[in-house]
């Protein structure tokens, strides 16, 4: 589950900014999330890369060699869409469940 809602957060982040593989390690830290490193980011980036959902280009740096950025692609921002319709569903219902409120039918 958590794997589904980490390609969802790594969609978000890169809709607002092209990013490099370690920038986007650094963003999902200050989000809270610890246990991410670079070795688990690259895997789901190349496979986003497969699926479409982001493209990446090779940009200089100040620091050492090139960096790989990543962008959202037209088909990665449907992807993001879906998954914050499907996140919003998934939370409402875990939150009732939580708080035993059942939801009343008409």
Request: glycine residues 6%; positive net charge; hydrophobic residues 30%.
């Amino acid at each position: 589950m958590l794997k589904g809602i980490l390609n969802g957060c790594i969609l978000a982040i890169i809709k607002n900014k092209e990013v490099y593989g370690y920038e986007l390690a650094e963003k999902l830290e200050s989000y809270g999330f610890q246990s991410f490193s670079e070795g688990t980011i690259y895997p789901l980036l190349m496979r986003m890369q497969k699926e479409e959902l982001v493209t990446s280009t090779l940009k200089k740096s100040t620091a050492g060699p090139r960096r790989k950025y990543y962008s959202l692609t037209p088909k990665g921002e449907i992807e993001l869409k879906k998954f914050k319709k499907q996140w919003d569903y998934l939370q409402t219902n875990v939150n009732r469940v939580l708080t035993n409120e059942v939801e009343k039918h008409s």
